[in-house]
């Protein structure tokens, strides 16, 4: 996990190379805090789009977290 601007960015080796064939870092999650409404902004990656996609909204960074690493349909570690 790396802070960046308004929040962290999280990344992982690619252990199934199907991302990134060297086994390199990949992005997998972005938490994003919203000033305005005191919220934190869950995104997951579209590697084959190359964006960012919101998954969800939390008012606490750990309920965000938990939900990252839960993540029961595997939608941020592919």
């Not at 972005?30 to 998954?55: I, M, P, S, V």
């Amino acid at each position: 996990m790396t802070a960046v601007a308004g929040g962290y960015l999280v990344e992982s080796p690619c252990c199934s190379g199907n991302i990134n064939a060297e086994g390199g870092l990949i992005d997998v999650a972005l938490l994003h805090h919203d000033r305005t409404g005191a919220a934190w902004q869950l995104f997951r990656k579209d590697h084959g789009k190359g964006a960012w996609e919101w998954h969800s909204t939390h008012q606490r960074l750990g309920l965000a977290t938990a939900v990252l690493n839960a993540d029961p349909e595997r939608l941020f570690w592919q």
